[in-house]
């Protein structure tokens, strides 16, 4: 058992390959569920790697786990200190200035964003905002947000017809002089 050492998420892999054969699933069938490649998905049960936090959502939510349960696969992945994300805005000079990661509704700074990446699953949709402005120009989440694919059309839909409308040209209005007949 010595080559377990060089195995990183060993144990993580044991329960995730676990996981699947209770399921009665077949590594395909897992990997295509979450969209990645079965290779991927060997490689996390063999404890060679561990995946992203996002994957590892959706492992979760596809075998269905409770909350200690979940938690548990959270921490053999290694992620069982709770991070807060570090989110970016440029200051009047246009450097990163980093800010918190929850907004409340008194906070009116705009967090801009200059990439996107936009996850589709059977749970729903997962889209997130990214930023270039981190240390050496790492992508940085600005915001992550998750909903249903019916509420994704809808958003979708609300963005064209608020585009669509910004791009009607408007002619200012004139009052008329009232000396003037």
């Known amino acids: 058992m010595g080559s377990n050492n060089k195995k990183p ?41 561990r995946p992203s936090e996002d ?22 992945a290694g992620y069982n200190q709770i991070e807060e994300e570090q989110h970016y805005i440029n200051d009047e000079q246009g450097r990163p200035q980093e800010v918190g990661g929850i907004v409340d509704g008194s906070d009116t700074r705009i967090l801009y964003t200059d990439m996107i990446q936009v996850v589709v699953n059977n749970y729903g949709v997962i889209v997130n905002f990214l930023q270039g402005a981190g ?16 509420h994704a059309r809808s958003v979708l839909e609300v963005l064209k017809k608020t585009l669509d409308q910004a791009e009607i040209p408007t002619t200012p209005k004139m009052l008329k002089n009232p000396d003037q007949k």
Request: proline share 4%.
């Open 135 to 150: 240390p050496g120009n790492q992508p940085l989440a600005v915001s992550r947000i998750g909903m249903s694919k019916e």
């Open 9 to 49: 998420y060993y144990s993580f892999g044991e329960v995730l390959k676990s996981l699947r054969s209770k399921a009665s699933k077949t590594p395909a069938e897992v990997s295509g569920a979450v969209e990645i490649e079965e290779s991927k998905l060997n490689a996390y049960e063999r404890g060679e790697q």
């Open 55 to 76: 994957i590892l959502l959706l492992l979760i939510q596809h075998f269905d786990l409770k909350d200690d349960q979940a938690d548990e696969l959270w921490k053999l």
